[in-house]
């Protein structure tokens, strides 16, 4: 991730959760003529994940607000927690929507009605690609220069609408041109099947920031060969770390030449914590000096 200036990494965080909002109602708006006009259930399904595209993103814009607020007496943490709480409710919401599209579909499927005016229903499908794709790019550029989980979730589930709305075009083609008019509800039942799918990977993600997961294996060995390039660190141990929002938490124990004095001690932290800051940004990094060999019956795991 580059590393971007705090109030930065904020601006852009706000930006790209409006942009999320005014985005989807503007294709709520569209998309409701098209399935007007079209009777189509694709539509309808891709109607209704805009709709929770909306309430999704109205959530994250509250979360964003809310996880980007200082650190105060009673949340000395921060309130980077807001972001995957976040992330639930968008599970829940994904969710429910896939629920009750199978439940038009099926309903569609026993009972096939024609389509009415494809045509129309295209054209709105490939304006709603066009922003889709400018809007997922927008948001992937701000992820990678501030790591937000809220906008990372948002971005994964508009990248999917793209998706969603092919199926769509494809689904009236069908229809269109060669009177498949069971292609409709068939394609809203694979989209429901693949809402529920991107609901359950919002949620792990969320739980794990939620559940204190710790950082991937790559990222905890980079911790540990950045305390190991300073000469005089022996060893580490007792490597601790999990995320909250944009902060990352890092703390562990060194291990030095027990001979040195406090001051030496104190200086060689905190070059290795100067160190691992420059490896991650924004990372809040505690450091616990040891005598070399003393593990003080730390409990490690593998």
Not at 78 to 101: D, N, R, T, V
Not at 152 to 161: I, P, Q, R, T, V
Not at 206 to 227: G, H, P, Q, Y
């Amino acid at each position: 991730m580059t590393a971007t200036p705090e109030s930065e990494s904020a601006r852009l965080m706000r930006v790209a959760t409006w942009a999320s909002v005014a985005t989807a109602s503007f294709l709520i708006v569209i998309k409701l003529v098209a399935w007007g006009a079209t009777g189509s259930m694709a539509v309808l399904s891709t109607l209704i994940d805009s709709v929770l595209d909306a309430a999704a993103s109205v959530v994250n814009l509250l979360a964003v607000r809310h996880a980007l607020q200082p650190a105060d007496r009673e949340h000395r943490f921060g309130h980077g927690k807001a972001e995957p709480l976040a992330g639930l409710g968008q599970a829940a919401f994904i969710a429910g929507s896939g629920l009750f599209l199978v439940i038009e579909a099926t309903q569609r499927i026993a009972h096939p009605e024609p389509i009415e005016r494809g045509w129309l229903g295209i054209g709105v499908m490939i304006v709603s690609i066009i922003l889709t794709m400018l809007l997922v790019r927008f948001q992937r550029q701000v992820v990678a220069r501030t790591d937000s989980v809220a906008i990372g979730a948002d971005s994964l589930h508009y990248a999917g609408d793209v998706l969603i709305n092919l199926s769509v075009i494809v689904s009236l083609g069908l229809a269109m041109t060669l009177g498949w008019h069971f292609a409709d509800p068939i394609f809203a039942v694979a989209i429901a099947a693949y809402l529920v799918w991107n609901a359950w990977a919002i949620a792990q993600d969320s739980l794990n920031l939620l559940m204190d997961r710790e950082f991937s294996d790559e990222d905890r060995k980079r911790i540990e060969a950045v305390c190991l390039a300073h000469p005089k660190v022996r060893s580490i141990h007792d490597l601790r770390t999990r995320s909250s929002g944009q902060q990352r938490f890092i703390q562990l124990h060194l291990e030095l030449d027990a001979e040195i004095s406090l001051r030496d001690a104190h200086d060689i932290s905190d070059e290795v914590e100067r160190d691992i800051r420059e490896a991650f940004p924004h990372a809040e990094v505690i450091i616990h000096e040891d005598p070399a060999g003393l593990r003080e019956g730390h409990r490690e795991f593998e």
